[in-house]
């Protein structure tokens, strides 16, 4: 709202032009504050206008140029669609916690860029299917004709432990009542449980399997402040200072 206290009328309260007032602005949660305050001042509350004349707030925009939006409320596709057309170089940040208990986290998935993990096709985790969620998958070597819809040799997860050793951050889950528009979404999509990890939706081997790629806050942030596109964020490794004395490779 914007104050009108002029001479000729009385002092009143009016609504902020649309090109003055945020179409996609939302109330913000201490969740949402809390998420703004891990970066710089300089970094919140970046406006950019649109071809219109429109202004958008995002949430972040780090140094680099990556924008980070952080979404607690759902949202419907076309708002989706709209601000990733607009920002492009974004990632999302999607308060999970609210679905926490709908969501499951199944077994562990080898590093796909593994030539023998290229070759397995892992079968779908939901809950109740027991056999899924402890893992379980066929070889495409060992099933040449597996386009014709006939029988494949079904393996459990024990055969490839050796692949688990390299294991990067992919995890199948099952979730109820999915919230569609993030499986949807062209941008990465993160959910913060509430905890220490975020758990990035992504698409995994031959079948495109839905997973999650489960990565540290700590590294989301030290890569959002240096990598220059959205999709690069955990992607690789650096060396990360704990303090003047102290390092790790993160």
């Not at 972040?60 to 076309?78: F, K, L, R, Y």
């Not at 528009?181 to 449980?193: E, G, N």
């Amino acid at each position: 709202m914007v104050a009108k206290c002029g001479p000729r009328i009385m002092h009143h309260w009016a609504h902020a032009s649309r090109r003055d007032c945020d179409p996609w602005w939302e109330n913000e949660t201490q969740w949402h504050r809390d998420w703004k305050n891990l970066f710089p001042e300089e970094c919140r509350e970046q406006t950019r206008t649109a071809p219109d004349g429109e202004i958008h707030r995002a949430d972040i925009i780090t140094p680099t140029g990556i924008v980070i939006e952080v979404q607690h409320s759902a949202m419907t596709d076309a708002e989706r669609q709209s601000r990733e057309a607009f920002y492009q170089n974004l990632v999302w940040i999607v308060d999970g916690r609210g679905f926490r208990n709908q969501f499951d986290l199944h077994h562990l998935l080898p590093d796909p860029d593994k030539e023998e993990a290229k070759d397995l096709v892992w079968f779908k985790a939901a809950r109740g299917m027991h056999g899924a969620n402890n893992g379980i998958f066929w070889r495409l070597s060992e099933n040449p004709g597996h386009g014709s819809g006939g029988m494949v040799e079904i393996h459990g997860l024990h055969k490839v432990q050796h692949l688990i050793e390299t294991y990067r951050g992919h995890q199948q889950y099952s979730w109820l009542k999915p919230r569609r528009t993030w499986l949807d979404a062209q941008c990465p999509v993160y959910i913060d449980f509430g905890d220490e990890w975020l758990f990035q939706l992504q698409r995994y081997g031959f079948n495109k399997l839905e997973c999650v790629y489960r990565v540290a806050k700590r590294k989301f942030l030290h890569d959002a402040m240096v990598e220059t596109q959205a999709r690069d964020i955990a992607t690789r490794f650096y060396r990360i200072a704990e303090s003047a004395s102290d390092e790790r490779t993160t």
